[in-house]
Each structure stands twice: as structure tokens, then as C-alpha cells.
């Protein structure tokens, strides 16, 4: 196997560097400043710098961060943000997923630190990957993988990881923290598309999507953090699965009809790449066509 896991990510991070080998305030245009917010229990999220949001769980005696974003001086800068809320050591790292935009801040955390990650995240990030920021993960592969579900109590705090399938990834894991009722739930929830946004290429399924928000949505939790963008709450997540679903079987429909891509595009609406579209993703339409014509050769 190689680096096939993150091949899709090549613009991005390409954009990214050229950012950041820019003048600071260029830098200061590109990317939201850090920014931390309280939600309860000694529960906080994380926006701004490069890369995804991250979740802050402080413990009894350590605490615990969710992600750590793309770049190690953003990983650096969630440390500072969590120095400024407690004195207590970060002691474990959750990973949503393994692409690049949450996982390659690793190098600004700590060594030695417990990392947790779903079995399929900590497999892709064994292997030979495409690195074009050249960050060195070997001292940060994950020291435990989940496989479908685990409950375990973290410096006080209880946790539930769970996978149900593939969905935006092979390797998705929700943290869930029942007694505050909230759910990191990565980029399954990011809603800066119309539709899920689905890596084939790391295996993800438009169907394990389906899901897997069919699971999150019946979890007891009133707050949702995306893995980028703001919180959400339990309807918008309701409201977000229905028009999946629906889009999902009339696409199906139209493919059993013999409907070509660019006729199903059409018949969508989808002439033009929506907004917010990066060239290098594969839109809904796309990932759906391409896994039932798949399916039926």
C-alpha cells in the first residue's frame, strides 16, 4: 500500500504552503487567529490558525485534546491555548481521522502522549503517505485503536468512541462525552458543501455516511462540533441526513435509469461546481455514481 490515503489533499496543502512562506500579514489574511470557546464541564473547542477545529477536555489531573490541526505551530498554538486555561498537562491526543488538516499538528504536541484513534486511521497513518509539508509523524502514531465502540474514563471524564462505517473516511471516530451531551463528530458534520463531503480514496462511503449521521443524531447530546465551522445542533444534523438520503436515492434512481454523470449533473442542477467546491475534492454527485456503477460492473 502507499501513499494513496491523503493524494486528494496535494492542492490544498500546496496553498497551504505557499501561505505560510508568505509575508506575515498575507499569513494573517489566510487564517483565522485561534480562537477558544467554552461549552460546559470543562469542555472547549477550538477554531482558527491551520487545519481543523480541536477539542479541549480537561480531566482531574491532565487533559485531553481532540485533533491537533495541520501545521505544528498550529499544534504549538493549541498548547498556548491550553496553558491559558489550566496548568494541567495535555496527556492524550483523540483523532477524528488521519487527513493531513488533523492530524499533521501532532509534531507540535509533546512527545510520549497516548494517541487514540479509530483502527483504519491508525493503519493509514502507518503507511507511506503523500507528505508535501514534509512533517514527520513517526513519533505520533496512535498508541491505541478502536475498532467499533469503546467507553473509557480518561482522567475522570467518560468518553465513548464510536465507528459505525466508512463514511467521509474508513477511519472516522465520534467522541462523544455523555454527561455534557456533547459530540466531536469531525468532518461527517461539516456542512461547507450542500452535500457530505466523501474521500473514496481513503475509502470512504456515501452509504457509511448515511449511517453514521443516523447514529450521531440518536446520541444524547445537545451540542455538535464539526471538524470545521461551528457548532451545530441535533436538528440542523436531522435536517442535514434527510436531503443525503434524498439526494442519494435520486441519484441512484438516475443511475439505474442508464442516466450518464453529465446527464445526472444536469438533471441536479449541478452544471457549475457549488460553492465552496475545491477542484481536487470529488463532489457527492460524483462519489455516489462512482461507487454504484462500481457496484454494477
Known amino acids: 500500500m502507499s501513499g494513496k490515503y491523503r493524494i486528494t489533499f496535494l492542492g490544498l496543502a500546496f496553498a497551504i504552503m505557499t501561505a505560510l512562506s508568505a509575508a506575515p500579514s498575507l499569513r494573517?489574511?489566510?487564517?483565522?487567529?485561534?480562537?477558544?470557546?467554552?461549552?460546559?464541564?470543562?469542555?472547549?473547542?477550538i477554531e482558527g490558525g491551520v487545519g481543523s477545529n480541536s477539542g479541549v477536555v480537561i480531566g482531574k489531573d491532565g487533559v485531553i485534546v481532540?485533533?491537533?490541526?495541520?501545521?505544528?505551530?498550529?499544534?504549538?498554538a493549541v498548547m498556548a491555548e491550553v496553558a491559558k486555561l489550566t496548568s494541567k498537562p495535555v496527556t492524550h491526543i483523540i483523532l477524528t481521522h488521519s487527513n493531513l488538516d488533523h492530524v499533521d499538528g501532532l509534531p507540535g504536541f509533546p512527545k510520549?502522549?497516548?494517541?487514540?484513534?479509530?483502527?483504519?486511521?491508525?493503519?493509514?497513518?502507518?503507511?507511506?503517505?503523500?507528505?508535501?509539508?514534509?512533517?514527520?509523524?513517526?513519533g505520533y502514531?496512535?498508541?491505541?485503536?478502536?475498532?467499533?465502540?469503546?467507553?473509557?474514563?480518561?482522567?475522570?471524564?467518560?468518553?465513548?468512541?464510536?465507528?459505525?462505517?466508512?463514511?467521509?473516511?474508513s477511519g472516522d471516530l465520534i467522541i462523544y462525552l455523555p454527561d455534557q451531551k456533547i459530540a466531536f463528530t469531525g468532518d461527517i458534520t461539516v456542512t461547507r458543501l450542500p452535500y457530505p463531503l466523501i474521500h473514496l480514496e481513503d475509502e470512504g462511503s456515501?452509504?457509511?455516511?448515511?449511517?453514521?449521521?443516523?447514529?450521531?443524531?440518536?446520541?444524547?447530546?445537545?451540542?455538535?462540533v464539526p471538524g470545521h465551522g461551528g457548532t451545530q445542533t441535533k436538528a440542523e444534523l436531522q435536517q442535514r441526513v434527510a436531503n443525503t438520503a434524498a439526494r442519494r436515492e435520486k441519484?441512484?434512481?438516475?443511475?439505474?435509469?442508464?442516466?450518464?454523470?453529465?446527464?445526472?449533473?444536469?438533471?441536479?442542477?449541478?452544471?457549475?461546481?457549488?460553492?465552496?467546491?475545491?477542484?481536487?475534492?470529488?463532489?457527492?454527485?460524483?462519489?455516489?455514481?462512482?461507487?454504484?456503477?462500481k457496484a454494477k460492473s
Request: charge should be neutral; proline fraction near 7%.
Open 28 to 45: 494573517a489574511q489566510q487564517f483565522a487567529p485561534i480562537m477558544t470557546h467554552q461549552l460546559n464541564g470543562g469542555v472547549y473547542w
Open 66 to 76: 481532540i485533533d491537533a490541526k495541520q501545521t505544528p505551530e498550529s499544534g504549538k
Open 112 to 138: 510520549g502522549l497516548t494517541i487514540i484513534a479509530q483502527e483504519n486511521c491508525k493503519q493509514q497513518m502507518e503507511h507511506p503517505r503523500n507528505n508535501p509539508q514534509n512533517i514527520d509523524l513517526s
Open 141 to 169: 502514531i496512535p498508541t491505541k485503536a478502536v475498532g467499533k465502540k469503546e467507553s473509557m474514563t480518561i482522567d475522570g471524564v467518560r468518553f465513548v468512541l464510536l465507528h459505525w462505517a466508512p463514511a467521509h473516511t
Open 206 to 224: 456515501s452509504a457509511g455516511w448515511i449511517e453514521s449521521m443516523k447514529g450521531i443524531v440518536a446520541l444524547n447530546a445537545d451540542t455538535f
Open 251 to 293: 441519484i441512484k434512481e438516475l443511475v439505474a435509469q442508464g442516466k450518464s454523470l453529465p446527464d445526472i449533473k444536469k438533471e441536479l442542477g449541478e452544471a457549475t461546481p457549488p460553492a465552496g467546491a475545491n477542484p481536487n475534492f470529488s463532489s457527492f454527485t460524483d462519489v455516489v455514481y462512482k461507487e454504484l456503477t
